[in-house]
């Protein structure tokens, strides 16, 4: 079969974009999902996602790790309303379906401010904290990030979580409300250039350690800038939106 897809990438967190509102993708083939993210041997990309109808909302966003597990992806949801809009699904708004629940997203440009869920599952320990944001997040301040080995140190956190263990988060805080990232992702096993519901979580984790009153959040990760603001309420964060850019890089046709 030949295949039609997009490449698109939200400050450096790059996907593989399929519009599989025919059901056309074999998704329970992994391999095949690792091959398509595969940098040597396939097309290159942190994860893949389709596009597929649904009844209540504008389209339903299915997404692949690298290796082929399914969650969701913040970066992702993104990439994911700037292409529904390219399919001319949407306009500048959009209300879709994910593997964490619902979102609602605006367009400005290739802008796009995305609705993440309530988070409320969130555990402060003595040197790090856990949060929930659609995907399971540790944060861990750290100094001297630019030398920090964060895919030796990220890979050893991960696995000290239960099944499906954790995304890390190493942070440095810069100024009041601005904090720079770096984010071993599991799934991906590696680091990659910025992750949407990793910063949401490092933004609230810093906000809930009151190393920030700010709840309007910058995040400098190694792809770009990206901002995350939310409303908090009885330990419950409410409104959560990640802004960030999100643009197509290229299309092609792969042979499955």
Known sequence: MNLIFYKYQGTGNDFVMIDNRTKIFPKQKTDIISHFCDRHFGIGADGIILIENDDLHDFRMIYFNSDGSETFCGNGGRCAVAFAKQLEIIENNAHFLAFDGEHYATIENDVISLQMIEVKKITVNKNSVFAFTGTQHHVEMVENL??????????????????????????????ENTFRVRTYEKGVEDETLACGTGVTAVAIAMHKTQKTVSNSIILLVEGGILEVSFEEENGIYKNVFLKGPAKLVFRGNMII
């Open 146 to 175: 630019d030398e920090f080995q964060v895919f030796k140190k990220g890979r050893e956190i991960r696995h000290q979580y239960k099944n499906p263990g954790s995304n890390v988060n190493f942070v440095q805080q810069i100024n």
